[in-house]
Nanobody, 127 residues
Framework: EVQLQASGGGLVQAGGSLRLSCAASGVTFDGFTIGWFRQVPGKEREGFSA????????NYADSVKGRFTISSDVAKKTVYLLMNRLKPEDTAVYYC????????????????????WGQGTQVTVSS
């Protein structure tokens, strides 16, 4: 059974940093994409970062580019999201998701791409 465990959320002041973790189990980590999403009440889930280990690259939405950094530890089957210069508008429930990478038409920032989801962790940025 594939399971994802997201952790590391919390309350931070604007301009501060947090590091989220997403630990996977029940899956061969290599060859999969891990995506990070966030959602606030009343809004659609937003994909903003993803990493595919076999490609050695990462994706970022413009809203987080230059502030957030995604990385992975294949041996630990864990993906990290370092969030710097946090803003109040970053406040949301953050989710990680996993899906096997399938090639050219794979959209890593689209929620519908992913079959497996973690439970979410709350990030609150105070002004």
């Amino acid at each position: 059974e594939v399971q994802l465990q997201a952790s590391g959320g919390g309350l931070v002041q604007a301009g501060g940093s947090l590091r989220l973790s997403c630990a996977a189990s029940g899956v061969t980590f290599d060859g999969f994409t891990i995506g990070w999403f966030r959602q606030v009440p009343g809004k659609e889930r937003e994909g903003f970062s993803a990493i595919t280990n076999k490609l050695g690259g990462a994706n970022y939405a413009d809203s987080v580019k230059g502030r957030f950094t995604i990385s992975s530890d294949v041996a630990k089957k864990t993906v990290y999201l370092l969030m710097n210069r946090l803003k109040p508008e970053d406040t949301a429930v953050y989710y990680c998701a996993l899906q096997q990478y399938t090639g050219d038409f794979f959209n890593p920032l689209y929620p519908g791409t992913y079959a497996y989801w973690g439970q979410g962790t709350q990030v609150t940025v105070s002004s």
